[in-house]
C-alpha cells in the first residue's frame, strides 16, 4: 500500500517557460478526498498572473506557427513517451488529489497519453486544397492555419485525459495555450505540463495558471483579444455563462458539457456482456463521469435476469482509499458530491423506488474524513424521480423496465442533454436503427467504455458543441483561409 499522505508537492504556475510563484505569492492547498489531509499546494494565480500567461502565449505564437508540422509532432510524441515512463509517479499523483484507483488512475495516464500521440500525427496530416478556377487567369488556393492563442479550462474527474485532449490538437496546429485545471486537480496538471517543457517545448508554448477562483481566470481570458479560441469541460450552466461572455469578442468555443447517458438492453442481449459493459459504464471512476449510464432502461423479458447479475455484481465493488489493493470505489470528490448521490437515492427510495443493494453510508472500516458513499442499486425508478434528470455522479445505478423498442428511444431521448447513449443487442440491424435514433453525439453500442482518442468525442443539445479527438479534433484549433491568385495565364 501506498499512504497518499506522503505525497507532498508545492507546485508553481508555468508561465513564459518558467516555474514562478503567483505575483501575490498567495498558495492553496490540495487535499486527498480518501482522507481529507494536505497533499500539496499550489501558487494560486490571480489577474496579473493570467494576463503574464497570455503576453507569454502571444509571444510564442508566430515562432511556433511557424515551426514544421513534424516537428510539433515529434515534441508531442516525446512528451507521450515521457507520460508512459512517469505512468506511476503521475498515477499515485492523481489518486492522491483525485481519488481514482491506482489501477484507473495509470488507464488514465496512458488515454492521456494517447492523445499527445494521436495529434502529433495528426499535426503532419494538416493539409490544405487547390481548387479549380472560375477562369484561366486565376489559381485559387484553401490553406489551414493555427487560430492563435487558445485557453483550456479542465474539470477534475479526469484531470490528465481532458488536459491532453485540449493541448494535443491545439499544440499539433500549431497554436499556443493557457491552461486552468481544476481547483482539486491542479497537480496532474502539472505533470502534464511539465513532460511537455521536458520533451521540449519552447518557452510561451504551454503556461498553466492554477487558481482558487476560476471565475477570475474565466474573465480574464474572456476579455483578452488575443485569445481567440477556447475549450472547456464542465457543467453545462457554466458553459451557457462562457457562450454569453465569448459574443464581446467572438471567441471560437468548444464546450463539453453535462450528460445524462441513458442505457437500453434489449431482450437479445448478451446477459453477461450486457451487465459488464454497462459497470463498465457506470462504476468507471466512482461514477464521476460525465458519460456515464445514469438511466438504465432493461427490456421487460431480461429484467430479472439483468437484475440478479447486476445486483451480484454491485455488491461485489470494493471500495476505499484509491492506494489500496483490489479497492475498485474511491471516494467522491468532495462533501457536496456525496450530499448530491444521498439525495438522489433518497429521493428515489422516497418516490416508490426498490433499494436492491447498498444505500447506506459508508462504513465505519474507510479512512476517517473520506467521501465515500456505498455502491447502490435501484429498481423501479421513474422519470419524477431526480435520478432521471439530474447528473449523480456517483456510485448509484438505477434500473427502469421497458416493453417496446419505440418506447425505449423516447424514453432515451427525453432529456436536454446529449452526450452519450448505450444500446445493448445481439440485433445487428437494431443496433444501427436504434444508434441512428438515439440523440446524443456518442453511442456505445455493446461497448460501455467508447472512448479513445482516434474518435471524435462531444454532445448535442446542451451537452455542448465541438468535438475533441479524431480528425475532427485538430479542426477545431484551425482557421480557413483562401487565397485568390489572378494574373497567372500568359
Given at each position: 500500500?501506498?499512504?497518499?499522505?506522503?505525497?507532498?508537492?508545492?507546485?508553481?504556475?508555468?508561465?513564459?517557460?518558467?516555474?514562478?510563484?503567483?505575483?501575490?505569492?498567495?498558495?492553496?492547498?490540495?487535499?486527498?478526498?480518501?482522507?481529507?489531509?494536505?497533499?500539496?499546494?499550489?501558487?494560486?494565480?490571480?489577474?496579473?498572473?493570467?494576463?503574464?500567461?497570455?503576453?507569454?502565449?502571444?509571444?510564442?505564437?508566430?515562432?511556433?506557427?511557424?515551426?514544421?508540422?513534424?516537428?510539433?509532432?515529434?515534441?508531442?510524441?516525446?512528451?507521450?513517451?515521457?507520460?508512459?515512463?512517469?505512468?506511476?509517479?503521475?498515477?499515485?499523483?492523481?489518486?492522491?488529489?483525485?481519488?481514482?484507483?491506482?489501477?484507473?488512475?495509470?488507464?488514465?495516464?496512458?488515454?492521456?497519453?494517447?492523445?499527445?500521440?494521436?495529434?502529433?500525427?495528426?499535426?503532419?496530416?494538416?493539409?490544405?486544397?487547390?481548387?479549380?478556377?472560375?477562369?484561366?487567369?486565376?489559381?485559387?488556393?484553401?490553406?489551414?492555419?493555427?487560430?492563435?492563442?487558445?485557453?483550456?479550462?479542465?474539470?477534475?474527474?479526469?484531470?490528465?485525459?481532458?488536459?491532453?485532449?485540449?493541448?494535443?490538437?491545439?499544440?499539433?496546429?500549431?497554436?499556443?495555450?493557457?491552461?486552468?485545471?481544476?481547483?482539486?486537480?491542479?497537480?496532474?496538471?502539472?505533470?502534464v505540463c511539465r513532460a511537455l517543457i521536458d520533451a521540449g517545448a519552447p518557452a510561451g508554448v504551454v503556461n498553466l495558471v492554477t487558481s482558487s477562483r476560476p471565475a477570475e481566470v474565466g474573465d480574464v481570458l474572456m476579455s483578452d483579444a488575443r485569445v481567440r479560441k477556447l475549450s472547456f469541460t464542465g457543467s453545462t450552466e457554466v458553459g451557457k455563462e462562457l457562450i454569453r461572455k465569448s459574443a464581446d469578442q467572438v471567441m471560437r468555443l468548444s464546450l463539453e458539457l453535462g450528460g445524462h447517458a441513458p442505457a437500453i438492453v434489449f431482450d437479445d442481449a448478451d446477459l453477461d456482456d450486457a451487465v459488464t459493459q454497462v459497470m463498465a459504464s457506470k462504476f468507471r471512476n466512482a461514477g464521476q463521469t460525465c458519460v456515464c449510464a445514469n438511466r438504465i432502461y432493461v427490456q421487460r423479458g431480461i429484467h430479472d435476469a439483468f437484475r440478479a447479475a447486476m445486483a451480484e455484481r454491485v455488491a461485489a465493488l470494493r471500495v476505499g482509499a484509491g492506494t489500496e489493493p483490489g479497492v475498485q470505489i474511491g471516494p467522491l470528490i468532495d462533501d457536496a458530491a456525496v450530499t448530491k448521490v444521498r439525495r438522489h437515492v433518497e429521493d428515489a427510495i422516497e418516490r416508490g423506488a426498490e433499494l436492491v443493494v447498498g444505500g447506506e453510508p459508508a462504513n465505519g472500516d474507510r479512512p476517517s474524513g473520506g467521501h465515500f458513499v456505498t455502491p447502490t442499486l435501484l429498481d423501479g425508478v421513474t422519470a419524477d424521480m431526480l435520478l432521471s434528470h439530474e447528473e449523480t455522479f456517483g456510485p448509484v445505478a438505477g434500473l427502469t423496465v421497458f416493453d417496446t423498442e419505440d418506447e425505449a428511444i423516447a424514453m432515451a431521448n427525453d432529456t436536454p442533454f446529449g452526450l452519450a447513449a448505450y444500446l445493448l443487442t445481439r440485433d445487428y440491424a437494431r443496433m444501427l436503427r436504434v444508434a441512428e435514433r438515439l440523440e446524443f453525439g456518442i453511442v456505445g453500442a455493446n461497448d460501455g467504455a467508447p472512448s479513445v482518442p482516434s474518435a471524435p468525442f462531444g454532445g448535442v443539445k446542451q451537452s455542448g458543441f465541438g468535438r475533441e479527438g479524431g480528425d475532427f479534433g485538430i479542426d477545431e484549433y484551425l482557421s480557413v483561409k483562401y487565397v485568390s491568385i489572378g494574373g497567372v495565364a500568359s
Open positions: 500500500m501506498t499512504d497518499t499522505a506522503t505525497i507532498t508537492h508545492d507546485e508553481q504556475l508555468l508561465i513564459g517557460g518558467a516555474w514562478r510563484e503567483a505575483a501575490s505569492g498567495r498558495r492553496f492547498d490540495v487535499t486527498d478526498p480518501a482522507t481529507g489531509e494536505v497533499v500539496g499546494s499550489v501558487a494560486d494565480a490571480d489577474r496579473d498572473d493570467v494576463s503574464a500567461a497570455i503576453d507569454a502565449a502571444s509571444a510564442a505564437f508566430p515562432a511556433w506557427a511557424a515551426t514544421p508540422a513534424r516537428e510539433r509532432g515529434r515534441l508531442l510524441r516525446r512528451a507521450a513517451d515521457l507520460m508512459r515512463e512517469r505512468s506511476a509517479a503521475i498515477a499515485a499523483v492523481m489518486t492522491a488529489e483525485q481519488g481514482m484507483p491506482l489501477a484507473e488512475a495509470a488507464g488514465e495516464v496512458e488515454y492521456a497519453a494517447g492523445f499527445l500521440e494521436w495529434f502529433g500525427g495528426e499535426a503532419e496530416r494538416i493539409y490544405g486544397q487547390v481548387v479549380p478556377p472560375s477562369n484561366a487567369d486565376k489559381r485559387v488556393l484553401v490553406l489551414r492555419q493555427p487560430v492563435g492563442v487558445t485557453a483550456a479550462i479542465t474539470p477534475w474527474n479526469f484531470p490528465a485525459a481532458m488536459l491532453t485532449r485540449k493541448l494535443g490538437p491545439a499544440l499539433a496546429a500549431g497554436c499556443t495555450s493557457v491552461v486552468k485545471p481544476a481547483e482539486a486537480t491542479p497537480l496532474t496538471a502539472v505533470e
